[in-house]
């Protein structure tokens, strides 16, 4: 049962966000489990699709995959690392929505993950300390084409992604990204220059990733774990930065068009094919995102 204190900070943030954006979380947000995908039988694309969600995320990862399908009009085989705390509940209800899925607990990956990082103990440390290194770690290893993309559960899709399409349709060696508000990278372009000899993209954003299973070096990454800052700064962004130096030092690709948007306005562009909602702006997941796309997701029949 939930505490009377937990509700008093539930009401306070409902009043803070706002009518719409609690609204679609509490009544729209769950109706999500009713959309349906109706081609199946189609090939799915070579590409996989890699999420890590988790229970306090799971159903934005439904909200996110169902908007990826529709807008891109493609099946996909989708991989799904849960980062350890995902209900049994909610991977039922994954499964039904998304037949294609293929589930890798965290109690799966742990030890083959161990295995792999025995040689590497500053990643082994790091993992064991923070889910968000299973997007850097785990799903390269555990991917089954050279080629993959990564897709956080904040993002959702409002219209065709040519870019991307064109990426997965071709045999492009890019590695691709949205661009963030502002520089995030826990090491600067000096110092990745200076110590590593990379040339750092500016402005990566790891929210949509379109990557090359061999930009993701452990040697390298274990150098940049010991040779730079990157463990005074904050933990969450440390995932970000070795993804934003790895793909740079592979040197191929960079960041996706503005059409693809990270930004912290209350509204995304009017020309917006996706939006990543990062946490200053989580709330408009619900009361923009959700709002805009339950219409042709939830209610297309009634269209």
């Given at each position: ?5 937990r ?14 954006a ?9 109706l999500?489990s009713k959309?349906?995908?109706?081609y199946?039988?189609?090939?799915p694309?070579?590409v996989?699709?890699?999420v890590?969600?988790?229970a306090?995320d799971w159903l934005?990862?439904?909200w ?5 399908f529709t807008a891109?009009?493609?099946?996909w085989?989708?991989v799904?690392?849960d980062d350890g705390?995902?209900?049994?509940s ?9 037949r294609t ?6 109690n ?15 990643c ?8 968000l290194?299973q997007k ?12 993959f ?15 991307i399409?064109?990426?997965?349709n071709?045999d ?12 995030s ?8 220059w ?8 500016p402005r990566?954003?790891?929210g ?8 993701v070096d452990?040697?390298?990454c274990?150098r940049i ?6 463990l005074k700064?904050?933990?969450?962004r ?12 592979h ?18 562009s ?7 909602y990062?946490?200053?702006v989580r709330n408009?997941?619900?009361a ?6 339950a219409?042709?997701l ?5 269209l």
């Amino acid at each position: 049962m939930i505490s009377l204190g937990r509700l008093w900070m539930n009401f306070l943030r409902d009043i803070k966000r706002g009518w719409a954006a609690s609204y679609h979380d509490y009544k729209t947000k769950p109706l999500i489990s009713k959309w349906t995908w109706p081609y199946w039988n189609e090939t799915p694309s070579s590409v996989p699709v890699h999420v890590l969600t988790g229970a306090n995320d799971w159903l934005l990862c439904a909200w996110m995959l169902s908007s990826w399908f529709t807008a891109t009009e493609q099946t996909w085989r989708v991989v799904i690392h849960d980062d350890g705390t995902l209900p049994a509940s909610a991977r039922k209800t994954l499964s039904s929505m998304f037949r294609t899925a293929r589930f890798i607990s965290r109690n799966d990956a742990d030890p083959a993950m161990d295995k792999l990082l025995r040689p590497f103990p500053l990643c082994h440390d790091y993992r064991r300390k923070h889910p968000l290194s299973q997007k850097i770690f785990d799903i390269p290893h555990f991917a089954d084409s050279e080629r993959f993309i990564i897709l956080d559960s904040d993002l959702l899709f409002f219209r065709y992604p040519p870019e991307i399409m064109q990426w997965v349709n071709s045999d492009s060696k890019d590695c691709l990204f949205n661009e963030d508000v502002e520089e995030s990278s826990l090491v600067s372009r000096e110092d990745a220059w200076n110590d590593l000899g990379v040339k750092l993209w500016p402005r990566v954003n790891s929210g949509l990733c379109l990557m090359q299973r061999s930009a993701v070096d452990l040697e390298f990454c274990e150098r940049i774990m010991g040779e730079t800052n990157i463990l005074k700064g904050h933990i969450w962004r440390i995932e970000q930065t070795l993804i934003a130096l790895c793909a740079s030092r592979h040197g191929r690709g960079g960041v996706l068009p503005k059409t693809y948007e990270v930004s912290l306005g209350k509204r995304a562009s009017s020309d917006t094919i996706a939006r990543h909602y990062v946490g200053a702006v989580r709330n408009r997941f619900y009361a923009e995102g959700i709002a805009r796309l339950a219409p042709f997701l939830l209610y297309k029949d009634e269209l």
